[in-house]
């Protein structure tokens, strides 16, 4: 079992839909908790960070990190077609940069 | 722009030539990572320097080899690779390595093609 489960995609959906993207994992430890997106041929910029279970929101984007179910997602409100690209989940337990585990990404396509 | 920049973009080499990738941050970040990331698979990481000094090797074969001549530089020497090291190779660095918060800076990597 992987440590870290994300849906591959690819995700297709209509400009202004709700975007919902998600990982699972199994270590009970992690604590932080971050979503990178990647446009296609560049690296990953961070978009969210988060410690421990709750919501933290940042204009359209809401990260919710449900500890009890080891479970997290990414909700993207009004999507545009610049958000199309692949997002990247990542935790680690104990923040440090080295130790972080990713998940394989999902490939988002916002329709215009 | 990044802050970290990584020459080449694209590099088609050979299994028996020897290249290099190189790494410069502008952030005046401590350490420096260098990361795979091949289709489908999770990020993986190769090594961590910090303050110069190489931290973590996690397993890599030897025909990777890295050097770190100061905090703001990282090369990765290639020589005699295989086709199945073709993957987009990505540099990062950050505040530290070891301290929870430091936000990972990623630079635009460099695409490999093994033939």
């Known amino acids: 079992q992987k440590e870290v489960e994300q849906d591959p995609g690819p995700l297709s959906v209509p400009e202004g839909a709700i975007v919902s993207l998600n990982c699972t994992y199994s270590?009970?430890?992690?604590?932080?908790f971050m979503w990178y997106r990647q446009y296609s041929r560049k690296g990953p910029e961070l978009l969210m960070y988060?410690?421990?279970?709750g919501n933290k929101e940042d204009g359209r984007f809401t990260a919710q990190v449900d500890k009890s179910s080891k479970y997290i997602s990414l909700f993207i409100r009004d999507s545009q077609p610049s958000d199309s690209a692949t997002y990247l989940c990542?935790?680690?337990?104990?923040?440090?940069?080295?130790?972080?585990?990713f998940g394989s990404g999902t490939q988002l396509t916002v329709l215009p | 722009e990044t802050g970290v920049t990584q020459t080449p973009r694209h590099l088609v080499m050979g299994m028996t030539n020897k290249k290099s990738l190189k790494c410069e941050q502008h952030?005046?970040?401590?350490?420096m990572y260098w990361y795979k990331q091949s289709a489908k698979k999770p990020l993986e990481l190769m090594f961590v320097?910090?303050?110069?000094?190489?931290?973590e090797n996690n397993s890599v074969p030897s025909r990777f080899s890295p050097e770190c001549p100061n905090s703001s530089h990282l090369f990765l020497h290639l020589h005699t690779l295989q086709p199945e090291d073709s993957a987009l190779y990505l540099c990062?660095?950050?505040?530290?390595?070891?301290?929870?918060?430091?936000?990972?800076?990623f630079g635009e990597g460099s695409w490999l093609t093994v033939v």
């Open positions: 990062a660095s950050s505040q530290g390595s070891g301290t929870a918060g430091n936000t990972i800076y």
């Open positions: 270590n009970s430890a992690f604590q932080y």
């Open positions: 990542a935790m680690s337990l104990s923040g440090s940069a080295r130790q972080l585990t």
């Open positions: 988060t410690y421990s279970s």
């Open positions: 320097y910090n303050f110069k000094e190489q931290t």
């Open positions: 952030l005046g970040h401590n350490a």
